[in-house]
Structures are given as structure tokens and as C-alpha cells.
């Protein structure tokens, strides 16, 4: 019988900045590329996403609310673990061990000292899984000088690298990133978080449509570009200008970072467009600044459902076709829950995750902590 020890599986888990829930995988690495078993997104419930938010967007909170967000939030893990295993009919002592991303609350790599903190307790979830549970995946890029972020470009480098074109992998979350695969294999991996992704799109949805999402981008593209709106946003914001490596959250750009931008008098699908015209300029500037220019660009993340803004993507980067990275084999939804998966197999096999070339962290190393499972899986 194949136990832990033997097995090639394992389960990402993947809570991502636009707080939408949590992406489980349950993915076999026996073979390459990888088979991708299981898959699954849970929301949060409105009250637990409702506190997520709240701690991070406002950086204060009571110690007690700390801590008991931290627990919940493992149990809550724990619990989307045993329910995805009991559906599927698939034995725990099969999994190797879990990878869990955790939930950014803060993340302040340029801060003095530098920082980031992702809470989802891994002691938990190992103990109520019955599962080895690898978390804390940033904290020692980030003692190491790096940013902590993104730590995808290692997994994207393994899974869509070509050696006879070079690619870009664009993750629009509620942040966006972007990973150069050059298919020089002596070349440097380069990547970086652009700004804002989803999460400007979905506050002013919520704030003026009642909805958490524009689905398929059908209301921002009823508005009209305001250019005196974004080029403030654009040019106001150092953020934008600022050279490699850089990363960012949610904590940062978020309603706080907005509304001052804004005047009464302006038409709300108007303001929408430009928010999709925002993460598209600033994702395609990422891209020209790029050291090879790319002929094939690859979307992943919630993003890929916004068609208005895959078209204005698409409309700046005349050059690259855009692409799901469906065409490549892994569905787009999950490839950063099927990343952690990939990095907590990294971490189980003494293996390093990071890349300095992307983090600028001095030295590539194994990230994380393994938190075993009580006796045997």
C-alpha cells in the first residue's frame, strides 16, 4: 500500500489578495508534467472574509482578533482538506503533504525591518487533517533580502519554460505578477508583482453594482476611459516607476489607495474602465520593460474571466498573443494552488523554492516549515 513516504501527491492550497476563497489541488507529480487529480474553489464565508479584510486593509487589530483568526482560519483549511479528500474517496495516508499558502495580511519587504506575515495555522491543519502541512513559504526569502515575492516564477519556470521561445506568465489575482521564461536556459528568470490585479475592479463593482465581481468585464466596458484619472493613478503612484525587484498586496492598494483619486462627480462605469485600463497599462509596462521580448504571453488567476480586460491587454501588447495557460495544459484557475502544492514538494525533498533572480533574495534555499502529522499519515 502506498503511503506518505512514497507518494508523489500532494495538495496546494491557495488563499489568494482578492479574498474570493481558497483553490485546493490535489496534484500527482509522478509524472511530468504533473496530473492535476482534484480540483475546487471554496468562498469564504461573508463574515470570516468580511475580518480578513478588515485586518488587512486597516494594519491594526486586537491581539486576541490576531490570534483567533490565525486558528480559524487553519481550521477552516483543515476542514476544506478532509471534505475535498472524503468527496473524492481519496485515502489521506496517500498524500505526501499539504502546502498551504496561508493568508497575506501584511506584506512590508521594503520596510525597515522587512516583512511579510501569512496567518492559516499549519499546526492545525496538519493536526486535524492527520497530514504533514508545509507552510510559511516567504518569511526566509524575506530574511534573506529577498522580497518574499512572487514565489511562482520557480514553479512557472518548471511547468512552462520552452527552450525554443521565450514566454510570459501573467497571474492577475488581486495583484498582478508577471514571470519572464526566457528560452535561453543561461538567461535569468525575471518576475515581479505590476499592481493592482483584480482588487481596484472588485471593490468599486461591490461599492456601485452590488456584485463581487464584473463578470466578464461587461460593465467596465460600458464606461468610457477617464485619461486625466488614470494618468494620475499612473504617474502619481511611485509604485509604478519602481525598478525590479518589487512586490506588493492588497494592503496597499485597496479602497484607501483609491478614493482620494476620485470625485464625486464622476460616472462610476467610467471610473470602472479606467481601473481596467490601470491594471493593463501597468501589466503591459511591466511586459516592454521586460529584457527579451516575449511572442507568447500566458494568462492565469481570476483575471482570465475579464474579457474586456484581456482585450485591452491584448490591444497593448500587439506583439505577444495572449493566451490561457489552458493552451499549455493546466487550468488557469489553479495554477498557484497547484504551485504550493509543487513548492511544498520542493520543501519535503530539501529542495530550494525561490528564485534570487526574481526576490533578489541572496541565495536560492528551502522555504518554509514542516509541521508533521500526529504518528502516520
Not at 490535489?26 to 461573508?46: C, G, K, M
Not at 512590508?108 to 502541512?133: H, M, Y
Not at 468610457?224 to 492598494?253: A, C, H, R, W
Amino acid at each position: 500500500m502506498q503511503d506518505a513516504s512514497s507518494s508523489e501527491i500532494y495538495i496546494g492550497l491557495m488563499s489568494g489578495t482578492s479574498l474570493d476563497g481558497v483553490d485546493i489541488a490535489i496534484v500527482d507529480f509522478a509524472q511530468h508534467p504533473p496530473r492535476l487529480i482534484h480540483n475546487a474553489t471554496w468562498p469564504y464565508e461573508s463574515d470570516l472574509k468580511q475580518r480578513i479584510h478588515d485586518i488587512t486593509i486597516s494594519a491594526t487589530t486586537s491581539l486576541n482578533n490576531f490570534c483567533q483568526l490565525d486558528v480559524e482560519l487553519g481550521l477552516n483549511y483543515a476542514d476544506i482538506v478532509n471534505r475535498t479528500l472524503e468527496s473524492c474517496d481519496i485515502a489521506k495516508h496517500t498524500i505526501a503533504a499539504i502546502g498551504n499558502h496561508g493568508q497575506t495580511i501584511q506584506h512590508g519587504p521594503d520596510a525597515d525591518p522587512p516583512f511579510t506575515l501569512q496567518i492559516g495555522d499549519p499546526n492545525v491543519i496538519a493536526a486535524k487533517t492527520s497530514i504533514t502541512c508545509v507552510g510559511d513559504f516567504r518569511r526566509k526569502d524575506v530574511a534573506l533580502g529577498g522580497q518574499g515575492a512572487p514565489l511562482a516564477p520557480a514553479f512557472h519556470q518548471f511547468l512552462f519554460a520552452s527552450d525554443s521561445i521565450d514566454r510570459v506568465i501573467i497571474n492577475i489575482g488581486g495583484i498582478a505578477n508577471i514571470t519572464y521564461l526566457p528560452a535561453n536556459a543561461e538567461a535569468e528568470v525575471v518576475g515581479f508583482d505590476t499592481g493592482p490585479g483584480n482588487t481596484l475592479l472588485d471593490f468599486w463593482s461591490n461599492k456601485n453594482q452590488g456584485v463581487a465581481y464584473d463578470d466578464q468585464g461587461k460593465w467596465g466596458e460600458t464606461g468610457s476611459v477617464i485619461f486625466e484619472l488614470l494618468d494620475s493613478m499612473l504617474n502619481d503612484e511611485p509604485y509604478f516607476q519602481q525598478l525590479p525587484p518589487k512586490s506588493t498586496g492588497t494592503e496597499y492598494f485597496n479602497s484607501n489607495w483609491l478614493l482620494p483619486y476620485l470625485r464625486s462627480e464622476l460616472s462610476a462605469a467610467d471610473v470602472q474602465a479606467s481601473l481596467v485600463d490601470l491594471t493593463a497599462e501597468t501589466i503591459a509596462g511591466g511586459i516592454k520593460a521586460l529584457p527579451g521580448s516575449a511572442a507568447e504571453c500566458y494568462i492565469c488567476g481570476g483575471g482570465i474571466h475579464n474579457r474586456h480586460l484581456l482585450r485591452r491587454l491584448q490591444e497593448l501588447l500587439p506583439g505577444c498573443q495572449i493566451n490561457s495557460t489552458q493552451d499549455l495544459g493546466l487550468d488557469p484557475d489553479y495554477v498557484e494552488a497547484v504551485a504550493f502544492a509543487w513548492l511544498a514538494r520542493q520543501t519535503m525533498n530539501r529542495q530550494a523554492g525561490n528564485l534570487p533572480s526574481v526576490t533578489r533574495a541572496s541565495s536560492a534555499t528551502i522555504l518554509g516549515g514542516i509541521y508533521p502529522a500526529q504518528g502516520t499519515n
